[in-house]
């Protein structure tokens, strides 16, 4: 059994920074394509940034130049440090991963949400 686990979410003020983390556990060969969604209250869920296994980045617009994401092939663990928060980046922040379980047999999975607020 697969799981992701996600930590880091909490209350800052504006201005502030948080990192979150979510780490796959189980029985995994090798981790492909690691992201972050966020859902806001009433919004559909967005893409937040992604990283392929050779570590390459893309970011949505709103939040370049503040969020880094970065992982971890060894541990299958993936990072979003989120810089500069506004009240705007307040929602839950799901971790989302394409794993395979073994050679050429891909997956995707959810982590269970983490809630992020920027308020003063």
């Known amino acids: 059994q697969v799981h992701l686990v996600e930590s880091g979410g909490g209350l800052v003020q504006p201005g502030g920074s948080l990192r979150l983390s979510c780490a796959a556990s189980?029985?995994?060969?090798?981790?492909?394509?690691m992201s972050w969604y966020r859902q806001a209250p009433g919004n559909q869920r967005e893409l937040v940034a992604t990283i392929t296994g050779g570590g390459i980045t893309n970011y949505a617009d709103s939040v370049k130049g503040r969020f880094t994401i970065a992982r971890d092939n060894v541990q299958n663990t993936v990072h979003l440090q989120m810089n500069n928060l506004k009240p705007e980046d307040t929602a839950v922040y799901y971790c989302?991963?394409?794993?395979?379980?073994?050679?050429?047999?891909?997956?995707?999975?959810w982590g269970q949400g983490t809630q992020v607020t920027v308020s003063s």
């Open positions: 989302y991963a394409v794993l395979a379980v073994r050679p050429g047999q891909l997956y995707t999975y």
């Open positions: 189980g029985s995994i060969f090798s981790a492909n394509v």
